[in-house]
């Protein structure tokens, strides 16, 4: 029989883990990590090795308490969504962020207690007689996985079912504006609304000390000279994320698709203008990514159009998957995200591989 691991093997290994990434740990040893992965039913630790000790990790990793640790452990393990293949130091970067610390703090301390957390958990799962499986990969509750084929390639999009001021460890979340670049007011229930809302800093009374994304905004448009004008639609604006950088959101950027309706309180959108929005995010993305460090790699997409004004859910998704699907198809590596809000909007995501068909625009708006 395999002797049990005991904790300081476990950290050990997992300091391993986290300086090898997930990808490159065929043929390592990792003696302790095998025998807990043996004893544990992960669904997965049948197959070989490595997929079993993944299982493993990301079974104890979904036991540990939501936010800060949860979040640090998987970017410090390269469990996060599209993290598995990243260097080392940018995973140490990522999860440092999470704690708001400098690296090297981050190296000494915290890294430090977040490898001792998953390690405790694995030898409570390896005590368990019977853990629930859970399959490598696979999303599960608010966060999943789904797989698509772009150009003839595989890759995955990460699936969100939470309110947008909710994601984490995101670096750029898109926010559907006017062509005014006119912010509502932040205590209405829109996607624009929730990020203004989440990005503000307040006081230990509540109340707002600074309204980041409304002045960035302000000072994007009188820099162009269009302080008071409308833009073309599908223009986009970057702003920093205000307090969303303490859940490791980087930037926002502003898709204008919305053309007010001149004598009401309605919006006009067109699908072309989302398609043309999305594109632009790329675009954004891949002029911006290399002046930060860790570059920018992952970008986060509501349905852009499918708020009050209304467009259908199927069109905006379709509008928006038609960019995707052209980027991803020319080979770029970007980490795409959804987020909605409804297990109903989430079953239509879930459905791109099947093929979306845009439903009959009732009336367009934002």
């Not at 859970?134 to 890759?155: C, E, L, M, Q, W």
Request: contains cysteine.
């Amino acid at each position: 029989m395999t002797p049990l691991p005991d904790a300081a093997s476990l950290v050990k290994e997992l300091k391993e883990v986290r300086l090898n990434g997930l990808v490159r740990l065929r043929g390592r040893a990792l003696p302790a990590l095998e025998a807990a992965a043996g004893a544990v039913s992960t669904g997965a630790a049948a197959a070989t090795p490595v997929a079993g000790i993944e299982a493993l990790l990301r079974l104890a990793v979904s036991r540990l308490d939501a936010g800060t640790l949860r979040t640090a452990a998987e970017y410090t393990l390269g469990l996060a969504q599209g993290t598995r293949d990243w260097p080392p130091a940018d995973r140490r970067a990522r999860a440092a962020r999470v704690y708001g610390v400098g690296v090297e703090w981050f190296r000494r301390n915290q890294e430090v207690m977040v490898l001792e957390q998953v390690a405790e958990h694995v030898l409570r799962l390896v005590a368990e007689p019977e853990p629930e499986p859970v399959p490598a990969g696979a999303g599960s509750g608010t966060h999943r996985t789904v797989r698509v084929t772009a150009g003839g390639r595989p890759v995955e999009l990460a699936l969100h079912v939470h309110p947008v001021d909710l994601l984490r460890g995101v670096d750029v979340v898109v926010s559907p504006s006017n062509v005014y670049f006119a912010l509502p007011e932040s205590y209405k229930s829109s996607v624009a609304a929730s990020l203004r809302r989440a990005a503000a800093r307040r006081g230990v009374t509540g109340d707002v000390l600074a309204d980041p994304l409304r002045e960035e905004l302000r000072a994007w448009a009188a820099r162009r000279g269009v302080a008071g004008r409308a833009v073309l639609p599908g223009t986009v604006a970057a702003t920093g994320p205000g307090v969303l950088a303490e859940r490791g959101v980087r930037r926002i950027y502003h898709a204008a698709v919305a053309v007010p309706r001149a004598g009401t309180n309605d919006y006009d959108v067109l699908p072309a203008d989302v398609t043309r929005a999305a594109s632009r995010v790329f675009a954004l993305l891949a002029e911006e990514c290399g002046r930060f460090d860790p570059p920018l790699r992952s970008v986060c997409f509501p349905l852009l159009g499918s708020g009050r004004g209304g467009l259908p859910r199927e069109t905006a998704l379709a509008a928006v998957w038609a960019a995707v699907e052209a980027e991803l198809a020319g080979g770029t590596s970007w980490e795409v995200h959804f987020v909605v809000r409804t297990p109903e909007a989430a079953a239509l995501v879930e459905r791109i591989p099947a093929g979306i068909r845009p439903a009959r625009n009732r009336r367009a708006a934002g």
